[in-house]
């Protein structure tokens, strides 16, 4: 029997071999990323309802006036970074999980990522242009 013929050692336990690492081999990342943001928006969800609740009903001056306060525009605009990350990756592990074909797997996943940072854009815009007054 030769040295090659010897099974490698380890001085660490099984669980700490395979801790963090899943069937893909990335740990749980994706996981903790979506109740990260969902403990986000939920924090975040109780302000945004105020804001939006003021603004009901009234006329694009009164919208920009409330949004050119500071803290109105950041409040927003933190609730819809979370809310679009949060929609990325719930729909991304749903699309994982359930479409089997590898092209149209990619192909969704692509799309849904597009579409993601294009509600997060189109939405940015839209209380960064009514914050500034323009």
């Known amino acids: 029997m030769s040295a090659s013929d010897?099974?490698?050692r380890?001085?660490?336990?099984?669980?700490g071999r395979v801790r963090n690492l899943g069937a893909a081999h990335s740990g749980t990342s994706d996981f903790w990323r979506q109740r990260v943001t969902g403990v986000a928006m939920t924090l975040l969800m109780i302000p945004a309802l105020v804001i939006i609740v003021m603004l009901l009903g009234r006329n694009q001056v009164y919208a920009a006036q409330t949004l050119s306060s500071i803290p109105v525009a950041v409040i927003l605009l933190?609730?819809?970074?979370?809310?679009?990350?949060?929609?990325?990756?719930?729909?991304?592990?749903?699309?994982?999980?359930?479409?089997?074909n590898e092209k149209l797997k990619l192909v969704s996943i692509m799309l849904n990522n597009?579409?993601?940072?294009?509600?997060?854009?189109?939405?940015?815009y839209a209380i960064l242009k009514l914050s500034s007054g323009v």
Request: aromatic share 14%.
């Open 114 to 124: 597009f579409f993601s940072v294009a509600v997060a854009l189109a939405s940015t």
């Open 10 to 15: 380890s001085l660490r336990t099984p669980l």
């Open 6 to 8: 010897t099974p490698k």
């Open 78 to 100: 933190l609730f819809i970074f979370a809310s679009a990350w949060h929609m990325k990756i719930g729909m991304q592990v749903v699309i994982e999980d359930y479409v089997h």
